[in-house]
């Protein structure tokens, strides 16, 4: 008799209601029959199936066949080593904590209308501009502010123009899985589509190529990653941000995290936060991730070190270094040598390492080894 597919009742089980799901919705957007469904109230952030077609925890097309959702997966089964192979022709090495690493640079925008919207130096914005005006893309799926942003609800969109990559650049630390914006990328007709996402995001475009997931698969056609320790539930706002330092959702400007919650609000004030007292809020979905550094995005990009404009940018791929050849070619951007930022990659590394260890033991061993210790 054969073996029976993986399928929604595997992943159910091995992901969804193990600790393993971070939510990126990479399984949604693929199904081709319609009955899964994202919950992302009371700080879930997980899928969930309709109780048509054999239940929640169970699904009549996978029975039959149907393993879309497996596919897309970045964290079943032996993901990490699949993903690595694919892109890179062999499994990162123990001492790759970071995965695999082409060039690591300091980028900013050199456009200071994009360098003052965006975060960090705006690179991630420059880069979607710049490919949307060379044709690499005809859409990105990013995060925005629900409505006119004073709720500070981070939900997918898709940009389309410059106006709209300006309009949702900037960081919001509580989660949006982005790749839900992909249907309506589609509708719109677009065919070439970045994903911009965390860690676990990132993962899942290069993931649903290596298990051959059709048409999703082939329109994701640029990873862009964002260095990721964890988010935050959406109620950090109300239950520690509001209720006790008496800051406000429609009052926050901005917010980043520079070893502490900085926020700013429209009033010109800044305030700072201990991240120490936002634990309690890290979304469930982070706290068993191993991937802080975005290990299979075409760029990995992230604000850590001393230089606040400049981002670290790690360049992974073929497609990613030919941007980036082209950007800099073209003056969009200006770069310097991530060892001028001795720093910045040694927090790289230690944050890949603390990220590493959370992956559990009852899970496969890949995504937690390391070198042992000296």
Same mark, same amino acid.
């Given at each position: 008799?054969?073996?029976?597919?993986?399928?929604?009742?595997?992943?159910?089980?091995?992901?969804?209601?193990?600790?393993?799901?971070?939510?990126?919705?990479?399984?949604?957007?693929?199904?081709?029959?319609?009955?899964?469904?994202?919950?992302?109230?009371?700080?879930?952030?997980?899928?969930?199936?309709?109780?048509?077609? $054999?239940?929640?925890? +169970?699904?009549?097309?996978?029975?039959?066949?149907?393993?879309?959702?497996?596919?897309?997966?970045?964290?079943?089964?032996?993901?990490?080593?699949?993903?690595?192979?694919?892109?890179?022709?062999?499994?990162? &090495?123990?001492?790759? +904590?970071?995965?695999?690493?082409?060039?690591?640079?300091?980028?900013?925008?050199?456009?200071? %209308?994009?360098? +003052?919207?965006?975060?960090?130096?705006?690179?991630?914005?420059?880069?979607?501009?710049?490919?949307?005006?060379?044709?690499?893309?005809?859409?990105?799926?990013?995060?925005?502010?629900?409505?006119?942003?004073?709720?500070?609800?981070?939900?997918?969109?898709?940009?389309?123009?410059?106006?709209?990559?300006?309009? &949702?650049? $900037?960081?919001?630390?509580?989660?949006?899985?982005?790749?839900?914006?992909?249907?309506?990328?589609?509708?719109?007709? #677009?065919?070439?589509?970045?994903?911009?996402?965390?860690?676990?995001?990132?993962?899942?475009?290069?993931?649903?190529?290596?298990?051959?997931?059709?048409?999703?698969?082939?329109?994701?056609?640029?990873?862009?990653?964002?260095?990721?320790?964890? &988010?935050?539930?959406?109620?950090?706002?109300?239950?520690?941000?509001?209720?006790?330092? $008496?800051?406000?959702?429609?009052?926050?400007?901005?917010?980043?995290?520079?070893?502490?919650?900085?926020?700013?609000?429209?009033?010109?004030?800044?305030?700072?936060?201990?991240? /120490? %007292?936002?634990?309690?809020?890290?979304?469930?979905?982070? /706290? #068993?991730?191993?991937?802080?550094?975005?290990?299979?995005?075409?760029?990995?990009?992230?604000?850590?070190?001393?230089?606040?404009?400049?981002?670290?940018?790690?360049?992974?791929?073929?497609?990613?270094? %030919?941007?980036?050849?082209?950007?800099?070619?073209?003056?969009?951007?200006?770069?310097?040598?991530?060892?001028?930022?001795?720093?910045?990659?040694?927090?790289?590394?230690?944050?890949?390492?603390?990220?590493?260890?959370?992956?559990?033991?009852?899970?496969?061993? #890949?995504?937690?080894?390391?070198?042992?210790?000296?």
């Amino acid at each position: 008799m054969p073996l029976e597919k993986p399928h929604w009742a595997h992943l159910y089980q091995e992901v969804v209601t193990s600790g393993l799901c971070t939510g990126c919705a990479a399984c949604i957007i693929v199904c081709p029959h319609d009955v899964l469904n994202y919950n992302d109230g009371d700080g879930v952030y997980r899928p969930w199936k309709v109780e048509a077609d $054999g239940g929640a925890t +169970d699904c009549t097309h996978g029975v039959k066949g149907c393993t879309m959702c497996t596919r897309a997966c970045p964290r079943f089964r032996t993901w990490e080593t699949e993903i690595d192979t694919f892109m890179f022709g062999r499994e990162r &090495t123990e001492e790759e +904590d970071a995965g695999v690493v082409g060039d690591i640079l300091l980028v900013r925008a050199a456009d200071p %209308e994009v360098r +003052d919207n965006g975060q960090d130096g705006g690179l991630v914005s420059a880069i979607l501009i710049w490919a949307l005006e060379h044709d690499v893309i005809d859409a990105a799926l990013v995060s925005a502010l629900e409505g006119d942003g004073t709720t500070w609800k981070a939900v997918p969109a898709v940009a389309r123009t410059r106006a709209e990559v300006l309009a &949702t650049a $900037g960081s919001r630390y509580t989660y949006s899985a982005n790749t839900l914006a992909y249907p309506a990328a589609v509708e719109a007709g #677009a065919e070439k589509i970045a994903l911009v996402g965390m860690s676990c995001q990132a993962s899942a475009p290069a993931m649903m190529k290596s298990r051959k997931a059709g048409k999703v698969a082939r329109r994701l056609s640029l990873s862009i990653g964002l260095l990721c320790s964890k &988010t935050f539930d959406d109620a950090i706002f109300e239950d520690l941000f509001e209720a006790k330092y $008496g800051l406000t959702r429609a009052a926050i400007k901005k917010i980043n995290i520079k070893g502490v919650f900085q926020i700013w609000t429209h009033d010109g004030e800044y305030h700072e936060v201990s991240l /120490k %007292e936002g634990q309690a809020w890290t979304r469930e979905g982070c /706290k #068993a991730c191993p991937d802080f550094a975005a290990e299979h995005a075409d760029i990995s990009t992230g604000g850590i070190g001393a230089f606040s404009d400049w981002t670290l940018t790690i360049v992974r791929t073929d497609q990613g270094r %030919e941007i980036m050849a082209g950007m800099v070619a073209d003056g969009v951007v200006e770069t310097r040598p991530g060892d001028d930022d001795p720093g910045a990659i040694a927090l790289l590394h230690k944050l890949a390492r603390v990220s590493r260890r959370r992956w559990p033991a009852t899970a496969v061993d #890949a995504p937690r080894r390391m070198p042992a210790p000296a």
